[in-house]
């Protein structure tokens, strides 16, 4: 009795050593060496490829290696180019129609008031004065509170531009060189008693943590596509920028297509909009389906989690290391199994 007592006591002394390292290591070593990371991933995806490049065409593998990775880059950032040309343009429609949506938010605002006074008798001129009184005090909060924050959100975002921007051009260059010299790299990690744990708990790692991403992802650009082909086909002018939109909130574990498509189907409801509102709420429970088909499948099986355990982890890696914590949260978990499994 008294052994298994030390023996459940070590097991839990061992678990809480890991869980202490791995919070340590993702807090403050992983924003150091996510770089590298997703070079070696790249260099690991790609070097297949440039092997039979090799082989078949003869060559350096540097060069191969620097074309290989300049082609990507080209087509990420054409891919990425198009993208965004059409979000600023969609965004310029917008700022262009500015009085025309001003204008029907009026209209709507006035609906509403109607609304309000047929259910309970105040009238909507009452209303409209009380809230036409309340706008110049919103107008000078705005200003003495919002636009220094937004000036402030401005320079932020600048220099988090520079610092990606400069991220980028890190992981290009290491890519490159993990790329040539991958094998000696791979074997001098092999041969040390380290880097072989390392690597083992890594390779688990990466199948578990990369069929979580990888489910995400595709969960994500599923409900994108379900969302902008639905607001194309409702005759929206906005539907890649809203779409796309709706899509990273659904992501978020905290939002969901609920939070933007509910208060929009019931405020086309009050406009007497009937056909749009029956259209949002059937594209939110075809996305609500489609995540709770796939996330199943796509997450549970491959991540050799419960279910319940990705809802905890994600829920307690959002209280421990912010926003990032729905994915860091599970991958936390992940590592902290392999090693205990592997040590």
């Keep these: 009795m008294r052994d298994e007592v030390k023996e459940n006591g070590r ?5 809480l050593g890991i869980t202490v390292a791995v919070y340590a290591c993702i807090r403050w070593l992983l924003p150091l060496v996510v770089p590298f990371f997703i070079a070696f991933l790249l260099a ?12 078949k065409l003869r060559g350096k593998r540097s ?25 600023l343009e969609q965004f310029v429609n ?5 009085e025309e949506y001003k204008r029907q938010f009026q209209m709507f605002f006035n609906d509403c008031c109607c609304q309000v006074e047929a259910m309970t008798g105040i009238q909507a001129q009452v209303i409209q004065d009380g809230v036409q009184k309340q706008l110049p005090e919103l107008m000078r909060h705005m ?9 402030d959100g401005t320079i932020t975002y600048a220099r988090n531009t520079f610092v990606c921007i400069g991220i980028c051009f890190v992981v290009i260059i290491s890519t490159i060189l993990i790329l040539k010299d991958y094998k000696k790299i791979r074997s001098a990690m092999e041969n040390n008693p380290i880097g072989q744990i390392s690597l083992k708990v890594c390779r688990k790692t990466y199948e578990a943590g990369g069929a979580y991403i990888k489910a995400q992802v595709i969960i994500m650009f599923a409900i994108s596509a379900v969302c902008v082909a639905g607001l194309y086909l409702s005759g929206n002018h906005y ?12 992501a978020m574990p905290f939002l969901g297509t609920g939070t933007i498509f509910i208060p929009w189907a019931l405020i086309e409801l009050l406009q007497g909009k009937y056909m749009l ?22 997450v549970g099986n491959k991540l050799g989690m419960h279910p319940l355990s990705v809802i905890v982890s994600m829920y307690v890696g959002l209280g421990i290391y912010g926003l990032w914590g729905f994915a ?11 090693i205990y499994l592997t040590i």
């Design 44 to 55: 690991k995806i790609l070097n297949p490829l440039v092997e039979k490049l090799e082989k």
């Design 94 to 98: 917008v700022a262009e129609n500015f």
């Design 239 to 250: 539907a890649l920028l809203a779409g796309c939109g709706i899509g990273i909130c659904d």
């Design 11 to 15: 097991k839990i002394g061992k678990i």
């Design 277 to 298: 509102a029956a259209i949002y709420t059937v594209i939110y429970t075809i996305c609500t389906l489609m995540r709770e088909i796939l996330e199943p499948k796509l």
């Design 143 to 151: 200003k003495t509170n919002m636009v220094p924050a937004l000036m």
């Design 63 to 87: 060069i191969w290696s620097s074309i290989l990775v300049g082609l990507l880059v080209l087509m990420l950032g054409a891919l990425l180019i198009y993208f965004l040309k059409t979000l």
């Design 328 to 338: 860091l949260g599970p991958l936390s978990y992940i590592l902290i199994k392999e």
